[in-house]
């Protein structure tokens, strides 16, 4: 769904591909994009060395599966390959782009996108660190307020402008300005004041301590050049974007693809793979079939192809498969100015009315864990001991009762006032895996007197004209969550405007002081006392269910050489994958 990127954003896909960079992008939901790492460059250039950070990224490390470790890696794909250039690699993906501008993306599929067009001034590396992109170097003051940036020398936009601390005091200004229609201004709002010192030194002051400060600077930066007095919403780089990434944009077939070509003139040196091919096929089971025709190189499997679909030896010679608990999870968010969903008590019985277990185990075949609230299990700031909803439709059924849902008049449907218990829950088309948790939910509403109707619409209009227009009852859909804990954008009560990721209309004063203290505050201790107990009241309130935390499956072409499974993932070093000259299929 939605995307921004310092701490958390929405999952379009089953699980689609993200090469890239694990970037930061637009604050306060860190879309993992994915990291392009600096190994040296294809063309023989020595890439910039990564200044070391001021303050280590949380550790993480997960309890089950450890992320980036491969189910399954074939002989001779390894990193050792000297890298060469040339290929294309074409990229499977359910939904399109909606815009290319980062500041205005709220979906996976165009921060993808805009992620291999663009840089941040810092992104993640590998091992989920924060390190410099087209920042060289910073220094933060004593009191934390201040960050100075050190630009890299030599950058250049892709229409061969020289990339200058104007662009980055630009970019600020633009997603601050009231007229931007972002979600993601409320981190740079926290800025006192911006200033490009020189061409290559750009520094930020805050008001006060802002946790996020750092992480939020990789928001994807705009060219002052081509965007100086226009309107931004108007503006031809939605379409055909201009950055300092990797990939050069070539052309965009709504609906079908978008294409991207490797910028020979990348500042850390030029990616391996000549092509990157997007293609948009809004259902899996067609998108697998393409995979193994050989018209695709990468795109995330579902469980069920996973574990039985892709063991044929010759389905292991052509492909590898790797595995890797998710960085997002999936939920049933309610909109809460809906009568129905206006209680807390009616939320909590849905909750205990659906088996989360069952879904785990028969849609993601045991490729996931049971979610408990809005963090992945395995990191620093998650809360082990929160109210938990088992399986329980008796108890589903009493606290209805409580709120006055009974089947009075014998139909099998439970009542109140005359009016049955009956909505509408949406999904996107084209992710089975949704589809299917939708119908084992139906099936357990049922159960207990609730009739629960499905329906899934077109990804693009979904978001447009459902979500953003808050025209839903309730919806399936899923969140790619960050390094950082800040769910501000999410939960906070001033974030439910048009565009805002807050869509649900949740409002409860203590979050937003919880959220306020937590990004505040430098000291870990304060902000894991302040998560741990938003942690507690979101699992009393049941905004939403929080339904499982899935495992990325994602298969690559086995021609692909250089990947190298991490805790990022394996696209973070994505322009020094390469594909051995007597290997290559598509000429540039």
Same mark, same amino acid.
């Given at each position: 769904?939605?995307?921004?990127?310092?701490?958390?954003?929405?999952?379009?896909?089953?699980?689609?591909?993200?090469?890239?960079?694990?970037?930061?992008?637009?604050?306060?939901?860190?879309?993992?994009?994915?990291?392009?790492?600096?190994?040296?460059?294809?063309?023989?250039?020595?890439?910039?060395?990564?200044?070391?950070?001021?303050?280590?990224?949380?550790?993480?490390?997960?309890?089950?599966?450890?992320?980036?470790?491969?189910?399954?890696?074939?002989?001779?794909?390894?990193?050792?390959?000297?890298?060469?250039?040339?290929?294309?690699?074409?990229?499977?993906?359910?939904?399109?782009?909606?815009?290319?501008?980062?500041?205005?993306?709220?979906?996976?599929?165009?921060?993808?996108?805009?992620?291999?067009?663009?840089?941040?001034?810092?992104?993640?590396?590998?091992?989920?660190?924060?390190?410099?992109?087209?920042?060289?170097?910073?220094?933060?003051?004593?009191?934390?307020?201040?960050?100075?940036?050190?630009?890299?020398?030599?950058?250049?936009?892709?229409?061969?402008?020289?990339?200058?601390?104007?662009?980055?005091?630009?970019?600020?200004?633009?997603?601050?300005?009231?007229?931007?229609?972002?979600?993601?201004?409320?981190?740079?709002?926290?800025?006192?004041?911006?200033?490009?010192?020189?061409?290559?030194?750009?520094?930020?002051?805050?008001?006060?301590?802002?946790?996020?400060?750092?992480?939020?600077?990789?928001?994807?930066?705009?060219?002052?050049?081509?965007?100086?007095?226009?309107?931004?919403?108007?503006?031809?780089?939605?379409?055909?974007?201009?950055?300092?990434?990797?990939?050069?944009?070539?052309?965009?077939?709504?609906?079908?693809?978008?294409?991207?070509?490797?910028?020979?003139?990348?500042?850390?040196?030029?990616?391996?793979?000549?092509?990157?091919?997007?293609?948009?096929?809004?259902?899996t089971a067609t998108m697998f079939l393409e995979l193994k025709a050989g018209n695709l190189d990468w795109m995330g499997l579902t469980p069920i192809q996973y574990d039985r679909q892709t063991t044929a030896a010759r389905f292991t010679r052509a492909f590898n498969k790797y595995r890797y608990l998710a960085f997002s999870y999936t939920y049933l968010g309610y909109n809460l100015s809906h009568p129905l969903f206006a209680d807390r008590t009616v939320r909590q019985a849905l909750?205990?009315?659906?088996?989360?277990?069952?879904?785990?185990?028969?849609?993601?075949?045991?490729?996931?864990?049971?979610?408990?609230?809005?963090?992945?299990?395995?990191?620093?700031?998650?809360?082990?001991?929160?109210?938990?909803?088992?399986?329980?439709?008796?108890?589903?059924?009493?606290? @209805?009762?409580?709120? !006055?849902?009974?089947?009075?008049?014998? &139909?099998? *449907? #439970?009542? +109140? /006032?005359?009016?049955? %218990?009956?909505?509408?829950?949406?999904?996107?088309?084209?992710?089975?895996?949704?589809?299917?948790?939708?119908?084992?939910?139906?099936?357990?509403?049922?159960?207990?007197?609730?009739?629960?109707?499905?329906?899934?619409?077109?990804?693009?209009?979904?978001?447009?004209?459902?979500?953003?227009?808050?025209?839903?009852?309730?919806?399936?859909?899923?969140?790619?969550?960050?390094?950082?804990?800040?769910?501000?954008?999410?939960?906070?009560?001033?974030?439910?405007?048009?565009?805002? @990721?807050?869509?649900? !209309?949740?409002?409860?004063?203590?979050? &937003?002081? *919880? #959220?306020? +203290? /937590?990004?505040?505050? %430098?000291?870990?201790?304060?902000?894991?006392?302040?998560?741990?107990?938003?942690?507690?009241?979101?699992?009393?309130?049941?905004?939403?269910?929080?339904?499982?935390?899935?495992?990325?499956?994602?298969?690559?072409?086995?021609?692909?050489?250089?990947?190298?499974?991490?805790?990022?993932?394996?696209?973070?070093?994505?322009?020094?994958?390469?594909?051995?000259?007597?290997?290559?299929?598509?000429?540039?």
């Amino acid at each position: 769904m939605h995307t921004p990127v310092p701490a958390t954003t929405p999952d379009v896909g089953p699980t689609t591909p993200r090469p890239g960079k694990a970037s930061l992008s637009p604050p306060a939901v860190l879309l993992l994009l994915l990291l392009l790492l600096l190994f040296a460059a294809c063309d023989g250039r020595a890439p910039h060395d990564a200044p070391e950070t001021p303050a280590a990224a949380p550790p993480t490390g997960n309890e089950q599966s450890a992320p980036g470790k491969p189910a399954a890696v074939a002989a001779g794909n390894t990193v050792a390959a000297a890298p060469v250039s040339g290929d294309t690699i074409v990229v499977g993906s359910i939904g399109d782009a909606s815009t290319l501008i980062p500041l205005l993306a709220t979906d996976a599929s165009s921060h993808q996108i805009a992620g291999l067009v663009y840089n941040g001034l810092v992104r993640y590396d590998k091992n989920l660190k924060l390190e410099g992109e087209l920042a060289e170097s910073w220094e933060i003051s004593a009191d934390g307020l201040t960050i100075t940036f050190h630009l890299r020398p030599g950058v250049r936009w892709h229409d061969g402008k020289p990339f200058t601390a104007a662009d980055v005091l630009f970019t600020y200004q633009t997603i601050i300005d009231p007229k931007t229609p972002t979600a993601y201004a409320g981190d740079f709002e926290q800025v006192e004041t911006a200033t490009a010192v020189d061409p290559l030194t750009f520094r930020v002051t805050y008001r006060r301590p802002f946790a996020p400060a750092l992480a939020s600077w990789g928001l994807g930066i705009l060219p002052e050049h081509l965007l100086t007095g226009i309107d931004i919403t108007d503006s031809p780089l939605a379409r055909h974007p201009v950055g300092t990434g990797p990939y050069r944009f070539v052309e965009w077939k709504t609906g079908t693809e978008i294409v991207l070509t490797a910028n020979d003139d990348y500042f850390e040196g030029r990616p391996c793979i000549d092509r990157y091919r997007y293609r948009v096929i809004p259902d899996t089971a067609t998108m697998f079939l393409e995979l193994k025709a050989g018209n695709l190189d990468w795109m995330g499997l579902t469980p069920i192809q996973y574990d039985r679909q892709t063991t044929a030896a010759r389905f292991t010679r052509a492909f590898n498969k790797y595995r890797y608990l998710a960085f997002s999870y999936t939920y049933l968010g309610y909109n809460l100015s809906h009568p129905l969903f206006a209680d807390r008590t009616v939320r909590q019985a849905l909750s205990y009315a659906i088996n989360k277990r069952e879904l785990v185990d028969g849609v993601l075949l045991g490729h996931g864990r049971v979610a408990t609230g809005p963090y992945k299990p395995d990191t620093w700031f998650y809360n082990p001991d929160v109210r938990r909803y088992p399986h329980d439709p008796d108890k589903a059924r009493a606290l @209805l009762a409580a709120a !006055g849902w009974e089947d009075r008049d014998g &139909d099998g *449907l #439970l009542d +109140r /006032g005359g009016t049955p %218990f009956s909505f509408t829950l949406l999904t996107n088309q084209g992710n089975t895996l949704r589809a299917q948790t939708a119908e084992i939910i139906q099936r357990r509403l049922a159960e207990i007197g609730i009739e629960m109707k499905i329906r899934i619409i077109e990804w693009s209009a979904f978001i447009n004209e459902f979500i953003d227009k808050r025209k839903f009852e309730a919806v399936i859909l899923g969140w790619t969550t960050g390094q950082d804990p800040d769910l501000y954008d999410i939960w906070h009560s001033g974030k439910t405007g048009t565009k805002e @990721l807050n869509f649900i !209309g949740y409002a409860n004063p203590e979050v &937003d002081d *919880l #959220l306020e +203290r /937590g990004r505040h505050t %430098f000291n870990r201790d304060e902000r894991l006392t302040c998560y741990r107990r938003l942690q507690e009241i979101l699992a009393e309130e049941q905004p939403y269910t929080f339904l499982y935390v899935p495992e990325s499956l994602p298969v690559v072409a086995a021609r692909f050489h250089g990947i190298d499974p991490a805790p990022a993932g394996i696209s973070h070093n994505f322009i020094r994958w390469h594909v051995p000259p007597a290997m290559q299929l598509y000429t540039r």
